[in-house]
């Protein structure tokens, strides 16, 4: 049976890397402003549009016991702040739910097929929580999760290739392990290949000079220049520590707040809530990410629970 700190560790860990992430985000104006809106009141991290749609996902999931896409995406529009970070596109399609359009009018306006970028990847390790087995029902609902706001292809297979690492890593499978299994669902030649690079890096090489995961992976806002990124450092860092996972993604900049967020929920589905409480007692609003990791946990292993000796 998964260990209900791993669901703990999977979603609290994206919220630490979201927001330890977000003031190396962005250029100089971005990271000046984050200097001025990065904290709250009460002195802790605040984090961004990653977590805050995870945290939508999570709530619209345990009220319907499934997606229901009309219900999500009111929740994502309800909670929209500027001050969260969210893409240009994505907080214009949340403004539209918000006065009353609907987001399926919406989603394909800015772009044909959608956006690319990661905002569908960077919550889908919640969807893994709420379907943790890899199946067809994993499958449909990130198609479901994540077409209201980004209905390209390549960010939606992004969503599902981390959605599937962390079903993987609940149940502690090995870095070959998880490669086979991605490299069984991945279908388009674009992840494929990256995929083959990020093999390359983390089997056959010495931990690469970070340039060398830059070249070969990215470290940009669209999901093909951010996902494989990501599951490289979860899995090359499982058995380090969360902060030296964190640090070398800050080295490498770009979108540091979404590949940490993305990376650090593996590592914590890998290694548990154990190792990064100091780093999420300071993040805000930690205790309700709790009680929803713990929710999610319950609505799956409740049966298998009851089971178990107090
Ligand atoms: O994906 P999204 O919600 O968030 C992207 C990043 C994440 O890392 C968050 O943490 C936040 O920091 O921002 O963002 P979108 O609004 O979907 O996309 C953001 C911008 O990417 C758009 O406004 C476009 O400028 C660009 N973009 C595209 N450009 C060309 N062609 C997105 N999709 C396309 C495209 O298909
Ligand atoms: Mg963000
Ligand atoms: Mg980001």
């Known amino acids: 049976m998964i260990k209900i700190s791993k669901y703990r560790g999977c979603f609290k860990g994206l919220a630490v890397g ?9 250029g ?56 969260r970070g969210y893409g240009a596109s994505a907080a214009k399609l949340l403004k539209g739910v918000r006065s009353g359009k609907r ?6 306006i800015k772009f044909k097929q959608g956006s690319v970028d990661n905002g569908a990847a960077m919550r889908a390790p919640i969807i893994a929580l709420s379907h943790p087995r890899n199946d067809t029902t994993l499958k449909k609902a ?40 991605l490299e ?29 995961i830059k070249k070969d992976l990215g470290n940009g806002v669209t999901a093909v220049e951010s996902c494989v990124t990501a599951i490289y450092f979860g899995l090359q860092y499982r058995n380090s520590s969360l902060t030296s996972l964190l640090a070398n993604i ?21 290694n548990g809530e154990g190792g990064m409480t100091n780093l999420a007692q300071q993040v805000e609003n930690i205790e309700y990410i709790d009680e929803l990791s713990e929710k999610l946990y319950y609505s799956h292993y409740q049966y298998d629970h009851m089971l178990q000796p107090a």
């Open 18 to 26: 979201d927001s330890f992430g977000a003031p190396y985000e962005g």
């Open 28 to 83: 100089l104006l971005e990271r000046q402003l984050w200097k001025f809106i990065g904290k709250t009141k009460q002195g802790k991290r605040r984090y961004t549009d990653d977590t805050q749609m995870s945290i939508d996902i999570a709530a619209s999931f345990l009220e319907y016991e499934s997606y229901n896409q009309e219900h999500l995406a009111k929740r994502f529009a309800q909670s929209y702040q500027w001050t």
């Open 103 to 108: 987001w399926q009018d919406l989603n394909r």
């Open 142 to 181: 990130v198609q479901l999760v994540s077409e209201i706001t980004h209905a390209h292809p390549t960010a939606i297979e992004g969503a599902y290739i981390i959605a599937v690492v962390i079903c993987e890593a609940l149940r502690d499978r090995s870095n070959k392990e998880i490669f086979n299994v």
């Open 184 to 212: 069984s669902c991945c279908q388009s030649d674009i992840y494929r290949t990256k995929l083959a690079k990020c093999k390359t890096l983390l089997f056959f090489h010495q931990v690469p000079h970070i340039q060398c």
């Open 250 to 270: 800050f080295t490498l900049g770009g979108d540091t707040d979404t590949i940490a967020a993305m990376a650090a929920s593996i590592w914590g589905s890998l």
